[in-house]
Nanobody, 127 residues
């Protein structure tokens, strides 16, 4: 059973940066594609970023393109989300997600394409 635990959320200022981490346990993270979604109040869960098993294929959601970077350290079983140029509209609960299926076999921007989910970490950006 894969478990995902996010950390690094909190309060940030507009224009600032935050880095989220997600520690995976239960299997080698190198066998998993990893991703991040976020959900703001009264909104649907939104795709933020995705990484293939070795990080060779990276995808970003339109609303964060150019401001976030997903990276992974398979040796540490940890995936990161570096968030720069924060905006108040980045305020949301951020979820780490994983799936054993490779990219190309599913639509990764949909929540249904991801099997494992963390509990989420709150990010609040003040103006």
């Amino acid at each position: 059973q894969v478990q995902l635990v996010e950390s690094g959320g909190g309060l940030g200022q507009a224009g600032g940066s935050l880095r989220l981490s997600c520690a995976a346990s239960g299997c080698a993270m190198s066998t998993l594609t990893m991703g991040w979604f976020r959900q703001a109040p009264r909104k649907e869960r939104e795709f933020v970023a995705g990484s293939s098993r070795v990080g060779s294929d990276i995808y970003y959601g339109d609303s964060v393109m150019g401001r976030v970077t997903i990276s992974r350290d398979n040796a540490k079983n940890t995936v990161y989300l570096q968030m720069d140029s924060l905006k108040p509209e980045d305020t949301a609960v951020y979820y780490c997600t994983a799936d054993a299926r490779p990219f190309g076999t599913r639509v990764i921007t949909t929540t249904a394409s991801w099997f494992y989910w963390g509990q989420g970490t709150q990010v609040t950006v003040s103006s």
